[in-house]
């Protein structure tokens, strides 16, 4: 039979052995989505930013639409 220290003790590893293993299976699945990306998760570099699933590839997209045109080289705006 337990005390109430060593029950609090047992839950507490059981909580953190649980937490690192939830951390790493999301740290897993992710970098395995991430199977094509080249770049590091810098979305403005890779050519496949169009399609890749990545989280940080939909927010460059959007932040991508909303951005105003940039202009050339001669200062008038661009196509």
Do not use: V
């Not at 005390?3 to 609090?8: A, K, P, T």
């Not at 507490?12 to 897993?28: C, E, P, Q």
């Not at 570099?45 to 890749?52: A, I, V």
């Amino acid at each position: 039979m337990q005390n109430r220290r060593n029950f609090i003790q047992t839950l507490a590893r059981g909580t953190i052995f649980a937490s690192l293993t939830f951390l790493s299976g999301i740290f897993i699945h992710r970098w395995s989505e991430a199977g094509d990306c080249e770049q590091n998760f810098t979305c403005g570099n890779c050519k496949l930013s169009n399609r890749c699933k990545l989280p940080e590839a939909d927010q460059y997209r959007l932040e991508k639409a909303r951005s105003p045109k940039s202009k050339t080289a001669n200062g008038r705006a661009g196509k």
